[in-house]
T-cell receptor, first 113, second 114 residues
Framework: KAGVTQTPRYLIKTRGQQVTLSCSPI?????VSWYQQTPGQGLQFLFE???????NKGNFPGRFSGRQFSNSRSEMNVSTLELGDSALYLC????????????FGPGTRLTVL | TQLLEQSPQFLSIQEGENLTVYCNSS?????LQWYRQEPGEGPVLLVT?????EVKKLKRLTFQFGDARKDSSLHITAAQPGDTGLYLC??????????????FGQGTILTVHP
């Protein structure tokens, strides 16, 4: 079974631009969660989607948004990029149940100049 | 204040030594996961512990879940350079009501020197 895939793996943007990241979950998984990882803050939860609906959201500004498609693929969008948005963005997929294990993709490294 | 406190933050040891990483909380977790992450990659699941007092072994790695389900430990016997990486504990302190949201410890960076 193929794992979680994320595209692109690396991105360089400038302040004020926007960016869209993509995540394809493990086949059969209906839940996709997004996390931001930085050296100072560690892994922080952004949001989770299940069957095209956002079920949970972390404490990030409205510039961070996401969506999920009918095939469970998910996209995350960040508008008006700031230097502090530079991070590794990880998505994880699971079956969506309360005790289901999350499996992570390799991440997208975003650098904002 | 971190919901999950990991210690130590950094560990630098010689090949063949033993080590223990701790993950502590004041909250009860229905389960805890341990992940290992290498630079530029996503975390890879090592184990999930569910039952208080549970001990799981994965080759040279031993994982323990505290009786009260508030803490966990990872013990590595005879560490090898291939064990080098960032070790993360994670869990859901809400009993499964926080959909898709894992709370992570700050991580332990382990370096094993040949």
């Amino acid at each position: 079974k193929a794992g979680v895939t994320q595209t692109p793996r690396y991105l360089i943007k400038t302040r004020g631009q926007q960016v869209t990241l993509s995540c394809s979950p493990i086949s059969g998984h209906r839940s996709v969660s997004w996390y931001q990882q930085t050296p100072g803050q560690g892994l922080q939860f952004l949001f989770e989607y299940f069957s095209e609906t956002q079920r949970n959201k972390g404490n990030f500004p409205g510039r961070f948004s996401g969506r999920q498609f009918s095939n469970s693929r998910s996209e995350m969008n960040v508008s008006t990029l700031e230097l502090g948005d530079s991070a590794l963005y990880l998505c994880a997929s699971s079956g969506g149940g309360p005790t289901d294990t999350q499996y992570f993709g390799p991440g997208t490294r975003l650098t904002v100049l | 204040t971190q919901l999950l406190e990991q210690s130590p933050q950094f560990l630098s040891i010689q090949e063949g030594e033993n080590l223990t990483v701790y993950c502590n909380s004041s909250s009860v977790f229905s389960s805890l996961q341990w992940y290992r992450q290498e630079p530029g990659e996503g975390p890879v699941l090592l184990v999930t512990v569910v039952t208080g007092g549970e001990v799981k072994k994965l080759k040279r790695l031993t994982f323990q879940f505290g009786d009260a389900r508030k803490d966990s430990s990872l013990h590595i016997t005879a560490a090898q350079p291939g064990d080098t990486g960032l070790y993360l504990c994670a869990g859901d302190p809400t009993g499964g009501t926080s959909y898709g949201k894992l709370t992570f410890g700050q991580g332990t960076i382990l370096t094993v020197h040949p």
